[in-house]
């Protein structure tokens, strides 16, 4: 059975006007390109807005400008091509595409799916199952409005990229999953929904689960689980975003190709905008921080600082955060205010696990509780005192035995802290 959901992290947003979404034209762009295909560019070449920088080889797709300028360099490597463009912000525009010359209801899956590649999309593929629905999640976070703002500017868009995307894999009903305080985006939505029939489902969620994390998000709307090692379109549950349903329109039905994307900036005031980004766009220079401020990926409520990042098809969301000074040490003190038992997707008591294992308290009937940790990171979000949680929680799952998880490096030793080093010295 499927977990409930309680608590989370209040938070109000102030939306742009559908449409309205600020258009973002950086100085330069950058694109690393990777794959056997070929790059028909020189140093000094004028690129056309939404021009063709890279011809796509097997089972990958092309690669389009999403503004237009100059070739400032370009570096050739084995299987790679870096391309810096200076851009210009009005760079003649490349005609649209023109329409298919069959109809997309009478293509074959492997027509469309060659269709996408050629126009920049790397279409949605089967599953090992057959699908049960197709899922559209429109969720967001205190950091991401990106998916309930291309919901509510683009709603005809995104439903009829979601009947593409079906007819790809074979789905026969959708879902679109939408944070029950959005109703804007649920309206629009819903009005662009056929009356007759039950092809299209909308269903409103929780949004104070933890965000854009498609096994949490079936959870919540099917009551089924699917753990986060298998995938879910070998499930039978293939989940997409509203971006990769209004990519596949403007492709197929606009003619323009998939080379740019919807950012949210969160500012340090808690403001709110949302940017069309080209890809290669770097994300630093949006945000713009201070020499005090950093920027951090907002598409989770963990967040991760950025580092020579630029704008791709997976960013969604960064936000402005203050530095702590360097010589500020967690306090490691529990207030108890119980916020991180509110707001576990999982119903755990974090601060009752970190307590057990900090004073050697851990065996395996803990293990067996904190195997029900989804690893959203959320109590050590949301803790005032920096203790960290999700950390030793995952720490104590990993060290079990009762998941299996491929690990990139070593742990760091995340619950030794300076007064457990002391006891060890007097002993």
């Given amino acids: 059975m499927a977990k409930s959901y309680r608590g989370g992290i209040p938070f109000v947003r102030k939306y742009a006007s559908p449409g309205g979404a600020v258009i973002c034209v950086p100085e330069r762009i950058f694109l690393s390109l990777k794959g056997s295909g070929e790059c028909p560019l020189s140093e000094g070449d004028t690129v056309k807005k939404y021009g063709r920088v890279f011809d796509r080889s097997e089972n990958a797709p092309a690669v389009y400008a999403g503004v237009g300028g100059k070739v400032e360099s370009i570096r050739r490597t084995p299987n790679r091509v870096d391309i810096t463009l200076l851009t210009d912000a009005h760079a003649e525009v490349e005609a649209p595409f023109d329409a298919p010359e069959k109809n997309i209801a009478d293509m074959s899956a492997d027509e469309l799916a060659d269709l996408l590649l050629e126009r920049g999309i790397t279409p949605v593929k089967r599953g090992k199952r057959d699908p049960r629905t197709l899922t559209v999640d429109c969720g967001g976070s205190p950091y991401n409005d990106s998916r309930l703002y291309i919901c509510r500017a683009f709603p005809e868009k995104v439903l009829l990229g979601a009947k593409i995307i079906m007819k790809l894999i074979g789905a026969r009903t959708c879902n679109f999953a939408i944070p029950e305080s959005d109703l804007n985006a649920a309206e629009r939505i819903y009005g662009e929904l056929p009356k007759d029939g039950k092809m299209f489902k909308i269903s409103l969620i929780k949004d104070k689960l933890p965000a854009t994390v498609p096994n949490l998000t079936l959870s919540a709307l099917y009551s089924v689980e699917v753990n986060a090692a298998k995938d879910i379109f070998d499930a039978g549950y293939p989940v997409v975003s509203p971006l990769t349903c209004l ?126 940790c989804f690893e959203c990171r959320s109590c050590s979000y949301v803790c005032p005192s920096d203790i960290p949680l999700a950390e030793t929680i995952i720490k104590l799952r990993r060290e079990s035995g009762l998941i299996s998880v491929e690990i990139d490096g070593e742990d760091p030793d995340f619950y030794d802290d300076e007064e457990e080093k002391e006891v060890e010295n007097e002993h």
């Fill in 247 to 372: 990519s596949c329109y403007r492709a197929l039905v606009d003619g323009i190709p998939f080379c740019e994307g919807f950012l949210t900036v969160a500012e340090l005031e808690h403001e709110v905008d949302v940017f069309r980004v080209p890809f290669g766009t770097p994300l630093k220079e949006i945000a713009d921080p201070s020499e005090n401020e950093r920027v951090i990926r907002g598409e989770s409520l963990y967040g991760a600082e950025l580092s020579g990042e630029v704008m791709t098809e997976r960013v969604e969301a960064i936000a402005v955060m203050k530095n702590k000074p360097k010589d500020q040490r967690p306090t490691l003190e529990c207030i108890k205010c119980r916020r991180c038992s509110e707001i576990c997707p999982a119903v755990l008591s974090p601060i009752e696990i970190y307590s057990s294992v900090k004073h050697g308290r851990s065996d395996g009937k803990l293990a067996l509780y904190a195997a029900g």
